[in-house]
């Protein structure tokens, strides 16, 4: 079962660059999300999608844009990146559509902007 | 800004003790629910209670709530080496479809 699977695991950018973070689920979920996990500020919500074809902002969307592109995979974008966006992302999914049942994470991505 | 808050931020103790960890948070709750984050891994999920409940357990694990003083603890019995990681609240706000909102988490170290 690969469950929620994230790539790149790892990646260094400099200031400007941009790139896209893929993230993609088997599980049939209708609901996937984006969150930044900081030292020390927990996980912040980016952006999330609660059904195909909807996408919605979160808690920190400056900087980031995502696509449904169908109902297993849900991408986050950094048009040009800055170093304040420095983090580790994680991505989720979940069945619910509108209710709050628990999260099936992915591994990560560590993102360094130099 | 936060809505669930942990506490203790770090917590030691031994092999065979109990872990117990609070959260706190701020507004109306549909649910919360408890995580586990081993280091440099993603989010595990543990337990969900909801704002009708009052305590939950799962193997060693028992969650309680308090609508009235919004807040929750989470018991870890007879703790494991394998217990040490990250643990974190998260909370269901009432009016937020879709979301939830995640504490600063506990860092728990059980050692042998």
């Known amino acids: 079962n690969a469950g929620v699977t994230q790539t790149p695991k790892f990646q260094v950018l400099k200031t400007g660059q941009s790139m896209t973070l893929q993230c993609a689920q088997d599980?049939?979920?209708?609901?996937m999300y984006w969150y930044r996990q900081d030292p020390g500020m927990g996980l912040r919500l980016i952006y999330y999608s609660a059904s195909e074809g909807t996408t919605d902002k979160g808690e920190v969307p400056n900087g980031y844009n995502v696509s449904r592109l169908n109902k297993r995979e849900f991408s986050l974008r950094l048009e040009s990146a800055a170093p304040s966006q420095t983090s580790v992302y994680f991505c989720?999914?979940?069945?619910?559509?509108?209710?709050?049942?628990?999260?099936?994470f992915g591994s990560g991505t560590q993102l360094s902007v130099l | 800004s936060q809505q669930g808050e942990e506490d203790p931020q770090a917590l030691s103790i031994q092999e065979g003790e109990n872990a117990t960890m609070n959260c706190s948070y701020k507004?109306?709750?549909?649910?919360l629910q408890w995580y586990r984050q081993n280091s440099g891994r993603g989010l595990v999920h543990l337990i969900l209670?909801?704002?009708?409940?009052r305590e939950k357990h799962s193997g060693r694990l028992r969650v309680t709530l308090d609508t009235s003083k919004k807040s929750s603890s989470l018991l870890i019995t007879a703790s494991r080496a394998a217990d040490t990681a990250s643990y974190f609240c998260?909370?269901?706000?009432?009016?937020?479809?879709?979301?939830?909102?995640f504490g600063t988490g506990t860092r728990l170290q059980v050692t042998l």
């Open positions: 507004t109306s709750i549909n649910n």
């Open positions: 599980m049939n979920h209708n609901s």
């Open positions: 998260a909370t269901d706000l009432t009016g937020t479809a879709s979301k939830l909102t």
């Open positions: 989720a999914s979940s069945g619910g559509r509108a209710t709050n049942e628990k999260l099936f």
């Open positions: 209670i909801r704002s009708n409940e």
